[in-house]
């Protein structure tokens, strides 16, 4: 089991940006795909971006691209989201997920994370 730990979720403004943060202890963090989903009150949990192994493997959710990135440091344990030109329907509570056995038709899928956080909230106000 892995430990995951968010922050960095607040209140802003549209227009505005924020970056979330996700650490874990774990050393061989360089072997895992990491995500982030996010759930908004009475909807399903959906993708947002993950990043298997390097920075330079991601995926982003079409509602997002070109406004958010996702990026780590496997030394650090760390993976962070930074969000730009915030909307009011980007605000959601945002988990970071992530699983050693990842293959990439499912990377978008909650169902192949098998270690989750406790989530963080974004608000965003119009």
């Known amino acids: 089991q892995v430990h995951l730990v968010e922050s960095g979720g607040g209140l802003v403004q549209a227009g505005g940006s924020l970056r979330l943060s996700c650490t874990t202890s774990?050393?061989?963090?360089?072997?895992?795909?990491v995500a982030w989903f996010r759930q908004a009150p009475g909807k399903e949990r959906e993708f947002v971006a993950a990043?298997?192994?390097?920075?330079?493997?991601?995926w982003y959710a079409d509602s997002v691209k070109g406004r958010f990135t996702i990026s780590r440091d496997n030394a650090q344990g760390t993976v962070w989201l930074q969000m730009s030109s915030l909307k009011a329907e980007d605000t959601a509570v945002y988990y970071c997920?992530?699983?050693?056995?990842?293959?990439?038709?499912?990377?978008?899928?909650?169902?192949?994370?098998?270690?989750w956080g406790q989530g963080t909230q974004v608000t965003v106000s119009s």
């Open positions: 997920a992530a699983s050693e056995r990842v293959i990439l038709s499912t990377i978008r899928l909650p169902s192949a994370y098998d270690n």
């Open positions: 774990e050393r061989a963090f360089n072997r895992f795909a």
């Open positions: 990043s298997r192994w390097t920075s330079s493997n991601t």
